[in-house]
């Protein structure tokens, strides 16, 4: 019966319109509880939506990329939290940004600004697009000073990019890839490098959700990456460029949980990720981790304090729990075909507390 409530709320979302389709997975005591797919991956090839179909997870890419693959550098000490930017990138040691620590970039407090449109001035450059996004990085402005506020950062994110694959001389894709996701069994989250053969795009072009109808490049995407600065740096980048499904993200969630209570784990050291999850100066953000908001919280009225998790722009998101082991993953297609619907931000609040009142 509450499985059905569930369902008749997930169709009734599509009718009013909030996003096409979606895939709702939810897990107790890292079992699965509830796992279906609604609506369409497609609107305009009027392709289905699949439990197994795969979806561009936008800033979900924060935590579960390349957050993770700063903690496998720090469990490796070939870097600290409290190292300083000037350190590691020769480019920022006499600059503004030197003092800046990978733990704040992670925690968001780098003085980095939210946003920028750098894709505009990369698509018209004669310059290499990831260096020339990169060269963005080193000029662009603080908007804050360093560690003094909280302000949610897409470029800082980037610049950890840039940190990781500085450290271990390897694409940040084929770092996650070799350390964290192919150890635990998870072939389906993957980066997919723009303008090459992709052996990803082709083995799994039937199941990549649809996501805009882009204005500027003039077709719906599907399998190119929907954010602007990470399509026109090549595809992959720290804060967004992750593809994957819910049953992958799963597999994920469940060593992150394992971690956060120092259970037995695969390839996360459990010490350094409650480290990661610590609050600091009562900020909402963790290291590459959300938490639920005091008030009007995407995650609804009750996730617990210690819970950790991530929204993505294009309709993705994850909540952990570990004071009950509760894992729900709810990967949606909002943006398509328009960005501007917004009606999944009433939404999300509104499934997770009906989710906990019907199965929890």
Same mark, same amino acid.
């Given at each position: 019966?509450?499985?059905?409530? %569930?369902?008749?709320?997930?169709?009734?979302? &599509?009718?009013?319109?909030?996003?096409?389709?979606?895939?709702?997975?939810?897990?107790?005591?890292?079992?699965?509880?509830?796992?279906?797919?609604?609506?369409?991956?497609?609107?305009?090839?009027?392709?289905?939506?699949?439990?197994?179909?795969?979806?561009?997870?936008?800033?979900? +890419?924060?935590?579960?990329?390349?957050?993770? *693959?700063?903690?496998?550098?720090?469990?490796?000490?070939?870097?600290?939290?409290?190292?300083?930017?000037?350190?590691?990138?020769?480019?920022?040691?006499?600059?503004?940004?030197?003092? %800046?620590?990978?733990?704040?970039?992670?925690?968001?407090?780098?003085?980095?600004?939210? =946003?920028?449109?750098?894709?505009?001035?990369? &698509?018209?450059?004669?310059?290499?697009?990831?260096?020339?996004?990169?060269?963005?990085?080193?000029?662009?402005?603080?908007?804050?000073?360093?560690? +003094?506020?909280?302000?949610?950062?897409?470029?800082?994110?980037?610049?950890?990019?840039?940190? &990781?694959?500085?450290?271990?001389?390897?694409?940040?894709?084929?770092?996650?890839?070799?350390?964290?996701?192919?150890?635990?069994? %998870?072939?389906?989250?993957?980066?997919?490098?723009?303008?090459?053969?992709?052996?990803?795009?082709?083995?799994?072009?039937?199941?990549?959700?649809?996501?805009?109808?882009?204005?500027?490049?003039?077709?719906?995407?599907?399998?190119?990456?929907?954010?602007?600065?990470?399509? *026109?740096?090549?595809?992959?980048?720290?804060?967004?460029?992750?593809?994957?499904?819910?049953?992958? %993200?799963?597999?994920?969630?469940?060593?992150?949980?394992? *971690?956060?209570?120092?259970?037995?784990? &695969?390839?996360?050291?459990?010490?350094?990720?409650?480290?990661?999850?610590?609050?600091?100066?009562? =900020?909402?953000?963790?290291?590459?981790?959300?938490?639920?908001?005091?008030?009007?919280?995407?995650?609804?009225?009750?996730?617990?304090?210690?819970?950790?998790?991530?929204?993505?722009?294009?309709? +993705?998101?994850?909540?952990?729990?570990?004071?009950?082991?509760?894992?729900?993953?709810?990967?949606?297609?909002?943006?398509?075909?328009?960005?501007?619907?917004?009606?999944?931000?009433?939404?999300?609040?509104?499934?997770?507390?009906?989710?906990? *009142?019907?199965?929890?």
């Amino acid at each position: 019966m509450g499985k059905d409530k %569930i369902s008749k709320l997930m169709e009734q979302a &599509i009718l009013k319109g909030i996003f096409p389709g979606a895939v709702l997975l939810c897990a107790v005591n890292q079992k699965i509880v509830f796992f279906e797919a609604y609506g369409m991956a497609d609107l305009f090839n009027k392709r289905k939506m699949r439990k197994d179909s795969i979806f561009d997870l936008a800033s979900l +890419t924060k935590p579960l990329a390349t957050a993770l *693959a700063v903690l496998k550098l720090v469990e490796k000490r070939q870097v600290f939290l409290d190292q300083k930017i000037g350190s590691i990138l020769e480019e920022f040691k006499t600059s503004d940004k030197a003092d %800046i620590t990978i733990d704040m970039l992670l925690r968001h407090t780098s003085g980095f600004p939210a =946003h920028r449109e750098y894709f505009k001035k990369i &698509i018209t450059t004669a310059k290499l697009p990831r260096q020339c996004l990169r060269d963005f990085l080193v000029h662009e402005p603080l908007e804050n000073r360093v560690n +003094t506020c909280q302000v949610y950062s897409d470029l800082g994110f980037m610049l950890i990019a840039w940190i &990781i694959e500085t450290i271990t001389c390897q694409r940040l894709d084929h770092f996650v890839s070799e350390q964290i996701y192919r150890p635990l069994g %998870i072939d389906d989250l993957f980066f997919i490098k723009l303008n090459q053969h992709n052996e990803k795009l082709k083995k799994y072009r039937q199941k990549i959700v649809a996501t805009q109808q882009c204005p500027w490049r003039k077709r719906v995407l599907a399998g190119e990456v929907d954010d602007d600065n990470a399509w *026109a740096a090549g595809g992959i980048e720290g804060h967004a460029g992750l593809f994957g499904s819910a049953g992958s %993200i799963y597999k994920l969630c469940c060593e992150i949980l394992n *971690a956060v209570q120092n259970k037995k784990t &695969i390839v996360l050291a459990p010490d350094i990720i409650k480290s990661f999850v610590l609050k600091k100066n009562k =900020h909402d953000m963790v290291a590459g981790f959300d938490t639920p908001s005091k008030e009007n919280s995407s995650s609804g009225r009750y996730f617990s304090k210690s819970s950790i998790g991530h929204l993505g722009f294009t309709g +993705t998101s994850f909540w952990i729990d570990p004071e009950i082991s509760k894992i729900i993953i709810f990967l949606s297609n909002r943006v398509h075909p328009l960005r501007s619907n917004e009606g999944i931000k009433k939404f999300r609040p509104q499934l997770h507390d009906l989710i906990h *009142a019907q199965l929890i």
